[in-house]
């Protein structure tokens, strides 16, 4: 059995020995005690070398296309190293384009390589037990962390130091490293999956809406950037007097709208104050649903890429929110 590990820097990779100096996908691998006994034997490539802030929607695609090419050569499930920071976001967008039923993983380390409790080898040692493991097959892109397995849809880096940082508020985890055998407990939904196409000149705001804001500057918006998502309080509210500046906006471009809380859906019909989630519907925003900021961000961004229309986008969120 095959498993195509990618290298794409991060922590995991932050080596110590001198400034800026990265260890590559085999160093990487050759520090973990136990994939020996794994039954697979790991295809490393050292794709990018960077912290996790500095990856595009073009790598990770990148990424995708060789790791599809591996998986239709025979490689059984994708391992991909990475930063935590932009973690939840990568994968949410392999996620949405990814084609095969192989599993695709994603993990990284919240401690460097040499210090005390490193947690790298661990964290890639259980990436590649759920890469190569048949429970895992069909349930599209996944994180493991810490022996926990978090499905793309779902996860969040919650904590900025904490090795336990990914958790997934709305679900759980789906399942569990344990003794080295992959224990899947839940099944996430997945959905056909979108074109893989990228077009970089296509910009999505994120704007997180606070107390007393009035969203000066916010109009101007549409000038720049071909979709906005919005990150309201609570059930998806924003102050009275930011609505007709988002229904504006939403004349132009699709907003949509999310919940700045990091759990829980944004409401429908519920309240009906100026700046509610009815009124701001009324406006023309599109409900986010479930998702929450950073990923609706992803998914606007990839569907806009590929031409998508407002009526494809009202729908992709209607299934996906
Ligand atoms: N936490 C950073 C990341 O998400 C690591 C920074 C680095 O790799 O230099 O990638």
Redesign the pocket.
């Known amino acids: 059995m095959r498993i195509a590990l990618y290298a794409l820097?991060?922590?995991?990779?932050?080596s110590g020995r001198a400034k800026g100096e990265?260890l590559t996908g085999a160093e990487i691998i050759a520090a973990v005690p136990g994939l020996d006994g794994l039954g697979a034997v790991l295809d490393v490539r050292d794709a990018q070398a960077?912290?996790?802030?500095?990856?595009t929607f073009a790598h990770v695609l990148d990424v995708v296309r060789a790791a599809s090419r591996a998986v239709d050569e025979g490689a059984a499930g994708v391992v991909v190293t990475?930063?935590?920071?932009?973690?939840e976001e990568t994968a949410f967008l392999v996620d949405l384009v990814w084609r095969h039923d192989a599993p695709f993983v994603l993990t990284?380390a919240?401690r460097r390589p040499g210090t005390a409790g490193a947690d790298g080898p661990a964290n890639v040692l259980a990436a590649a037990r759920v890469a190569a493991s048949d429970a895992a097959r069909g349930l599209g892109a996944l994180v493991v962390l810490n022996d926990e397995v978090h499905a793309a849809r779902w996860v969040r880096k919650s904590h900025s130091t904490s090795t336990a940082t990914f958790v997934s508020p709305n679900a759980g985890p789906v399942g569990h490293v344990v003794e080295g055998r992959v224990r899947v407990l839940a099944v996430p939904p997945r959905r056909p999956p979108l074109p893989a196409g990228y077009d970089a000149s296509v910009r999505v705001a994120l704007h997180c809406v606070t107390l007393d804001d009035d969203g000066v500057g916010l109009e101007r918006l549409a000038e720049t950037h071909q979709g906005l998502v919005v990150a309201g309080f609570g059930v998806g509210h924003v102050p009275g007097a930011l609505a007709p500046v988002l229904g504006g906006l939403a004349d132009r471009i699709p907003v949509v709208l999310t919940s700045r809380t990091g759990g829980g859906s944004v409401l429908r019909h519920t309240y009906s104050a100026p700046g509610s989630e009815t009124d701001l519907q009324q406006r023309g925003l599109i409900n986010g649903g479930l998702l929450d900021p950073y990923k609706a961000r992803v998914l606007l961004r990839l569907l806009l890429s590929a031409g998508a229309g407002r009526d494809e986008v009202v729908a992709a969120f209607a299934s996906h929110g």
């Not at 990475?82 to 973690?87: M, P, S, V």
């Open positions: 820097g991060g922590t995991i990779s932050v990265r960077v912290p996790s802030g500095s990856l990475q930063g935590t920071d932009t973690l990284g919240m």
